[in-house]
């Protein structure tokens, strides 16, 4: 299966985006040389600094949105536009410069067996490293969701994921904004509706600007709150895979 191989569908890359000006330019640059035939929407999710403009002059489509909803606002808000312009899979990748794009392609072909595929460190592909009480955080997370979802999986916590229509379809009408739903909550949502999930390895990169948003004591901290996160989107009702609308008129191939 090819990136955009026209029978399995339309491909959009979604980049949340809150103040990486520094980074996004350069992080679009190597998706158009990788990446040739797949569009890109930028979501700036608040910025304060010039991200919408650099990632405009990269060549991007760019959603701005009027003030910071965190990652799964603005992934909500990008599942809308890609379901509502006739996209059938959506591949979300950060726009810091982490997520290989030269990957993507690798996700993309899990789709064919899966209805949403996570890039997903610590399953035998490069270095990527996390310690103590943070990496046990994580471990235990990756089992519970592993067992929620009836497939081993190493990382629920990664940004990089491929998703199918059925996916798109649900997401767009149901993606968690509250604070850490864009990973575990999302996961537990899709898994209860009855979408499979499915992982591949990849090799996890350094920021190429900006700061991190976290610093590893944090880091942990957020881990351990997604246990709150997990448990509440453990005891929420059931949801269901919605119709997907027909296509805007005039949405490009």
């Not at 993606?175 to 996890?204: C, F, H, K, N, S």
């Not at 453990?234 to 490009?252: Q, S, W, Y």
Request: some cysteine.
């Amino acid at each position: 299966m090819s990136a955009r191989d026209p029978r399995d569908g339309r491909t959009l890359l979604v980049l949340p985006a809150l103040n990486e000006a520094d980074s996004v330019g350069e992080v679009l640059a190597e998706i158009a040389r990788v990446l040739p035939d797949i569009d890109r929407l930028v979501v700036d999710d608040g910025s304060t600094d010039l991200t919408a403009a650099v990632a405009r002059a990269a060549g991007a489509e760019v959603l701005v949105l009027p003030f910071n909803l965190g990652v799964g606002g603005a992934m909500r808000a990008g599942f809308r536009y890609a379901l509502e312009h006739g996209y059938d899979r959506v591949v979300q990748i950060d726009a810091d410069g982490q997520h290989d794009p030269g990957a993507v392609p690798e996700l993309l072909d899990g789709l064919a067996e899966a209805d949403i595929v996570i890039g997903a460190r610590f399953a035998g592909k490069g270095d990527y490293e996390a310690k103590g009480p943070r990496r046990w955080a994580m471990t235990v997370l990756a089992g519970i969701l592993g067992r929620v979802s009836r497939t081993r999986l190493t990382d629920t916590t990664s940004g990089f994921k491929a998703m199918g229509p059925r996916a798109v379809a649900l997401f767009a009408r149901h993606y968690p904004a509250e604070y850490l739903g864009d990973t575990v909550e999302a996961l537990v949502i899709a898994a209860r509706a009855g979408l499979r999930i499915t992982q591949v390895p990849v090799e996890m990169r350094q920021r190429s600007g900006g700061r991190p948003s976290q610093h590893p004591f944090r880091a942990a901290i957020h881990l351990v709150r997604a246990f709150a996160a997990l448990c509440i989107a453990l005891i929420r009702p059931r949801l269901t895979v919605p119709e997907r609308p027909a296509a805007k008129n005039g949405a490009g191939s």
